[in-house]
Every structure is written in structure tokens, then in C-alpha cells.
């Protein structure tokens, strides 16, 4: 079973560092690349990063660009996100998703269960 | 930058056919993905390539798209249907994923 398990959300102050961790099961993780996704609450989705298969290529909305970083492990299977300079507005669950890439387009299957990152002081 | 329109909210009694639409400029020269968000829980993929069901989705969802507006449609809804859903396309502009805003679909 192809399966996302996220962890690592919590409650930080302005300013912080986070870092999310997603473990990735049931696939062979190497061969795609992954996303990070976003919800604040009571909102919609917002796509917030990419990395390829290798980790050779990363994109980055532009509202986290500078701040954001996201990684991975293959021998680990798994996706990371550094979350520095942490805003109010960056309060979400953040989802950890597989991209499925296509010449022309691309989707995101699965989902993980997601981590709630709240920023407050 | 390319937007996606989605009417916040659909209504349809049990048994009845749902349809929920995603707007945009020529979207009918894209390909269009549809997620199901239950509340409290993670989105999945019930409609991918325009009109392709992944493994397990019932074929009571569909989707099309055409021109302006892509349009997922759900057969003899139940009341196990009712969720947010959000439609996905790559902007090829920005070179990024975009999504609507959503729709909450509420079963009478």
C-alpha cells in the first residue's frame, strides 16, 4: 500500500524554524518527484514546493521562497521541508504529496494525513 | 497569472446528479484534476487526465471539459459524497500547479 506519513508540525512563535518530515512506504520513492502542499485553515489548497526524482531541481511559490527549503532522502525514502523565518500567514496543514508527472501536465496521488503548523506567540 | 473559478457551494437531494464546474480562460486546452477533501481528512484523487478514474473511484464520478469551463460530475449522489472538492491544472505560465478555490458539495 502506497502510503505518506507526515510529522514534525507544532505550535511555533514569528520568526521560527520548523522542520517537516514526511516518510514515504509502498513505492519506490526514488523514482518521482514529490510536493508539499498547503491549507490554512478553513481555506483551499495551495501548492507550496517540488523536488525532482534527484533532488537536483526545486521550485518554491513565491510566498515561501527564501525561507522554505525542501529536501530529500532516497536511501531514507524520505521528503523534508525547513521552515525558517516563520509568518502568521504560513499557519496551514502542510500535506506531503507524490506529483504523478505527465509530458504536459501533472497531479498529485497520494496524500499523506497531513501536520498542522501553527504559527503564533 | 491563470485562475481558476469554482462556485463555492453545490446542493443536490440523494439519488441526484451533481455538477461542479471549474472555470478558466481556454481550460479546455489543459488537462484538468479533480481531488475529494472529506472534512478532517486528506484530499484524493478522483478525477485525473480530464476524465480518467483512478483505481477504486466509483464510476459514478466523471468528468469533462470543454472550452472554458471542465465540469465533474457526480452520478446518484450520496450522502457519503458530500466534501470539498478541488480542480487542479498546471499553469503552464508560471510553471506551477494551480488549484480552484473549491466547492462544498452539501447533500439535502
Known amino acids: 500500500e502506497v502510503q505518506l506519513v507526515e510529522s514534525g508540525g507544532g505550535l511555533v512563535q514569528p520568526g521560527g524554524s520548523l522542520r517537516l518530515s514526511c516518510a514515504a512506504s509502498?513505492?519506490?520513492?526514488?523514482?518521482?518527484?514529490m510536493s508539499w502542499v498547503r491549507q490554512a485553515p478553513g481555506k483551499g489548497l495551495e501548492w507550496v514546493a517540488n523536488?525532482?526524482?534527484?533532488?537536483?531541481?526545486?521550485y518554491y511559490v513565491d510566498s515561501v521562497k527564501g525561507r522554505f527549503t525542501i529536501s530529500r532522502d532516497n536511501a531514507k525514502n524520505s521528503l523534508y521541508l525547513q521552515m525558517n523565518s516563520l509568518r502568521a500567514e504560513d499557519t496551514a496543514v502542510y500535506y506531503c504529496?507524490?506529483?504523478?508527472?505527465?509530458?504536459?501536465?501533472?497531479?498529485?496521488?497520494?496524500w499523506g494525513q497531513g501536520t498542522l503548523v501553527t504559527v503564533s506567540s | 497569472s491563470y485562475v481558476l473559478t469554482q462556485p463555492p457551494s453545490v446542493s443536490v437531494a440523494p439519488g441526484k446528479t451533481a455538477r461542479i464546474t471549474c472555470g478558466g480562460n481556454?481550460?479546455?486546452?489543459?488537462?484538468v484534476h479533480w481531488y475529494q477533501q472529506k472534512p478532517g481528512q486528506a484530499p484524493v484523487l478522483v478525477i485525473y487526465y480530464d476524465s480518467d478514474r483512478p483505481s477504486g473511484i466509483p464510476e459514478r464520478f466523471s468528468g469533462s471539459n470543454s472550452g472554458n469551463t471542465a465540469t465533474l460530475t457526480i452520478s446518484r449522489v450520496e450522502a457519503g459524497d458530500e466534501a470539498d472538492y478541488y480542480c487542479q491544472v498546471w499553469d503552464s505560465s508560471s510553471d506551477h500547479p494551480l488549484f480552484g478555490g473549491g466547492t462544498k458539495l452539501t447533500v439535502l
Open positions: 523536488i525532482k526524482q534527484d533532488g537536483s531541481e526545486k
Open positions: 504529496a507524490r506529483k504523478v508527472v505527465v509530458i504536459t501536465t501533472n497531479w498529485f496521488d497520494p
Open positions: 481556454n481550460i479546455g486546452s489543459k488537462s
Open positions: 509502498g513505492f519506490t520513492f526514488s523514482s518521482y518527484w
